[in-house]
């Protein structure tokens, strides 16, 4: 459970982001005429390159679901569904090509593996998985940059970057909090490795996910290209966040210390049951089959990225067999499905480019203009 500081500052923190966000993002006179002023900028360079009607219908389309989105954040399912709607009604795209542009293996990849973490998260072992190594840095606040930065590339890696945030966000929350210490240059620094971290591999974001749907990629094949170029950026993150704020983390090194102890008495405090184990078992299956994703799939025979889809939805059937009443529950709160459902109308209306040429459009076009100069 998380300190009494730690949950103040969580809501704390909820509620000055609600109010952000209802500020930023509420419909108002200056938001639309931002959204009228951007499609007209887009439609005239875009006419530029002399599109056909569904081409230019396609094109405004999905600006108004991006600007959309990013003025009127609240509303941004909306904005998506109704740009899909629009494609549809206007005969631009078919049923059934709107629906295979929605990217169903990528969502049902998604959905299984939110069912896996979020048990695995209920479960405890998460929160011991991030405090056990925090817990050895000894009180040196370097250490623990060192340690919260590699362990967020390594969750965000391995999971998501949005629960790699949440976990550790809260940890740092709750060792700062309970004896005074600025969080800042933990949260901050523990951000950018997250955002390191989640390019590594094919797991740590949806679009990973989607790039190896699409290009037919495997784990391995992330791990060659991918990797390397993140740990190299993770380490040379590292001593540049320690530089940044070296004086911060001066005077941190007592409380830190005392922060550390605290720490270990929870790991030491937390015991698992039968059900726990089960389900880290599954997380741990899980991942390696995706890792072996390519010597499974020759070994038996199976079209490219199946084990990627497969692998998640065995994992969640056990998870979800081993829940019992609690099954339905951890599916309902555990799964994203506002963001889910975006990013999946938000593929189709996407795909509406590629569909009318319009993609096409605008290669040839800069190509051509490169060959000009």
């Known amino acids: 459970m998380l300190g009494d500081g730690s949950q103040e500052a969580m809501v704390k923190i909820g509620s000055d982001l609600r109010k952000i966000e209802s500020r930023v993002t509420r419909v108002t006179s200056r938001n639309s005429l931002y959204l009228l002023v951007t499609l007209l900028i887009v439609g005239s360079f875009f006419s530029l390159l002399s599109p056909t009607l569904e081409q230019m219908i396609g094109v405004l389309v999905f600006a108004t679901t991006v600007a959309g989105t990013l003025l009127f954040w609240r509303f941004r399912l909306a904005f998506a569904i109704g740009g899909v709607g629009v494609i549809l009604l206007l005969g631009i795209v078919h049923l059934d090509l709107m629906i295979h542009s929605m990217n169903m293996e990528v969502v049902l990849f998604l959905v299984s593996m939110m069912v896996i973490i979020e048990s695995l998260e209920r479960s405890g072992f998460l929160r011991v998985m991030i405090t056990a190594p925090v817990g050895r840095v000894r009180g040196q606040p370097k250490r623990l940059v060192v340690a919260l930065m590699c362990l967020g590339a390594i969750l965000a890696a391995l999971m998501d970057e949005v629960t790699a945030m949440l976990l550790l966000g809260t940890l740092i929350l709750d060792l700062s909090t309970s ?16 955002n390191i971290g989640s390019a590594t591999t094919l797991l740590g974001n949806p679009i990973g996910v989607l790039i190896a749907f699409e290009a037919g990629l495997s784990f391995d094949e992330f791990l060659v290209w991918a990797t390397p170029i993140a740990i190299i950026a993770l380490l040379v993150a590292i001593p540049m966040v320690i ?5 911060a983390l001066d005077n941190d090194r007592e409380t830190i210390s005392r922060s550390i102890r605290t720490a270990g008495s929870f790991i030491g405090g937390h015991s698992f049951g039968k059900g726990d184990w089960m389900i880290a078992a599954v997380f741990v299956a899980v991942i390696a089959s995706i890792v072996a994703q390519s010597a499974l799939e020759s070994l038996l025979h ?5 084990i990627l889809v497969v692998a998640p939805m065995l994992g969640a059937a056990s998870v979800l067999l081993a829940k019992h009443e609690d099954a339905k529950e951890l599916v309902e709160s555990g799964v994203d499905w506002w963001t889910l459902l975006f990013f999946i109308f938000l593929f189709g209306a996407a795909a509406t480019l590629e569909h ?6 605008v290669a040839k076009s800069d190509s051509a203009s490169h060959r000009r100069k």
Not at 179 to 194: E, K, N, Q
Not at 302 to 306: D, G, I, K, V, Y
């Open 243 to 247: 530089m940044w704020y070296r004086r």
């Open 179 to 194: 004896l005074g210490v600025d969080a800042r240059p933990y949260l901050l620094s523990t951000v950018m490795a997250i």
């Open 356 to 361: 009318t040429g319009t993609t096409l459009l």
């Open 302 to 306: 199976l079209p490219r990225n199946t």
